[in-house]
């Protein structure tokens, strides 16, 4: 879930989900200024949209072309509104979707154990955009394979499940 922060109008931070319609987020940054997913694909970059009208900047640097991919905590600032962009995935347990499977599979291989994890099996995606790779966590059957050690077996993301993520320290 992407997320921007804001200072709200009373002076206390405010979070808006970023990509959902009724959300504050590119409300706040003003008219003419837009966020967007570039897929629908895990991992699938956000891109800032701005009018050719609106001065935004993205880490201090003009956006002159009116695009400009997202990275996680960058600092957008349109007129007197500061934001913060946050992509931060977090890793939790779901049904393995059919989605993660290949066309006429029926179980996708666990990075840890290399056993298959079934469709609809408890298990949890890495959050990391460039691995997402699966792991078993069905405790009732005793393979907790994302929470057995303290990192991902694909790519030393941590193996915690549904924490709050990161905050801006300033807001």
Sequence with gaps: MASMWMRGDDGGRVEA???DPTSRAAAGLGQGVSILRAGAEFGSPWVLIASYTTH??????PVFTGARVLDSRDE???GQTLAVFADER???IEPLPSGALAAGAHSVRCAR?????????PAVRCP???????????ES???TCWTYAPHCAACGCATAIDSNGWEP???
């Design 90 to 92: 977090i890793a939790h």
């Design 169 to 171: 320290e300033e807001f």
């Design 76 to 78: 957008i600032r349109c």
């Design 141 to 143: 059957a005793a393979l």
């Design 113 to 121: 154990c290399t056993g298959d994890i079934a469709r609809d099996s």
């Design 56 to 61: 935004v900047t993205a880490n201090g640097e």
């Design 17 to 19: 989900t970023v990509g």
């Design 128 to 138: 990391d955009p460039v691995c997402g790779a699966w792991h078993h966590q069905n």
